[in-house]
DNA sequence: GCCATAGTACCGATTACTTCA
DNA sequence: CTTGAAGTAATCGGTACTATG
């Protein structure tokens, strides 16, 4: 799926813009069957040049071209190891790639670690808007020597984490809500099993005669256990029996649910 | 106005790499 | 020293929208 190992040759006329060109031509020089070739525009702080050589070559920065900026460093598996000592920055100050400079050689991709500078400006930004217009992109890109699609690259994975982690969060709350729900459909149960055994003993007679003047639902008005129609509908779904289904709506709960609360 | 095309921004999924326990 | 998990920068393929001819 990478374009690496890419040892081929480049002619090229200035530095291709990772951002500007954005993802179409990202995969450079592999990249022969994407979907859309773009015209290829420069950025004010990118300087046309031609590059005829072999791609895999590679460019450090001098030291002086490292010194008090906040560049970010990129490493690779042969090359420099960072440690990241508490509260120190060693990223800053161990192998310096030019930031801008693009990896166009073969070689397996370098990953940039952002400096805790850069992070944090970038988190600073993210919270007042978590988008950026070309102009704040550009100008961000310039403030934290970043190329531009670093920045936007940046966003769009602090974008996807967030929406992750508001996602595991909905999850979590749902599963709260469901246990909830299984614990009081639980208690329902029980509580119907025990109305049930209720009615099926036969009431003492002083019961009955209580039950008797009882013939009114408090909660629909009509009448129940086969009492005389109030002159309203008389159909079978008004009436309470035991073997109808239950009328939960209807029905006084002495609890409320207390689910998803 | 409708259509085709190019350019751009964004997203989800994935990869590749780093760091740490 | 090795290894697996977690975090994250970067890539890829896709969609949607806009501008232009």
């Known amino acids: 799926m990478d374009s690496d190992c890419n040892t081929g040759l ?4 200035g530095r291709v813009s990772g951002d ?24 004010d702080d990118i300087l046309p040049s031609l590059t005829l050589g072999l791609s895999f070559v590679v460019e450090t920065a001098t030291e002086e071209g490292c010194s008090g900026s906040p560049v ?25 790639m030019k930031v801008g400079e693009e990896d166009e050689d073969g070689s397996p991709r370098k990953k940039l ?6 992070s944090a400006i970038l988190e600073d930004n993210f919270k007042e808007h978590s988008s950026l217009s070309p102009k ?12 531009p699609r670093q920045v936007e690259v940046w966003f769009q994975n602090r974008r996807a984490r967030t929406k992750l982690k508001q996602t595991e969060m909905d999850c979590e709350l749902l599963k709260k809500c469901c246990e909830k729900l299984k614990e009081e459909n639980t208690r329902l149960q029980k509580e119907l099993q025990e109305i049930k055994s209720l009615k099926l003993t036969p009431p003492p007679f002083c019961m009955q005669l209580q039950a008797a003047t009882l013939t009114v639902c408090p909660s629909c008005e ?21 073997g109808s289904k239950p009328q ?3 029905f006084p709960f002495n609890h409320p649910s207390a689910a998803c609360n």
């Open 222 to 242: 009509s009448s129940i256990c086969g009492g005389g129609s109030s002159g309203g509908d008389a159909s079978p779904a008004n009436n309470f029996s035991i």
């Open 10 to 13: 480049l002619l090229g006329l």
């Open 72 to 96: 970010s460093s990129f490493s690779n598996s042969s090359g420099f190891k960072r440690e990241r000592a508490a509260g120190e920055d060693v990223a800053e100050t161990e192998e310096c």
């Open 248 to 250: 939960f709506l209807k």
């Open 113 to 118: 670690r952002l400096t805790k500078q850069q």
């Open 136 to 147: 704040q992109k550009q100008d961000l890109a310039r403030q934290l020597n970043l190329r």
């Open 20 to 43: 500007d060109i954005n993802d179409s031509v990202r995969s450079g020089v592999a990249g022969v069957n994407k979907k859309k070739l773009q015209v290829l525009k420069f950025d």
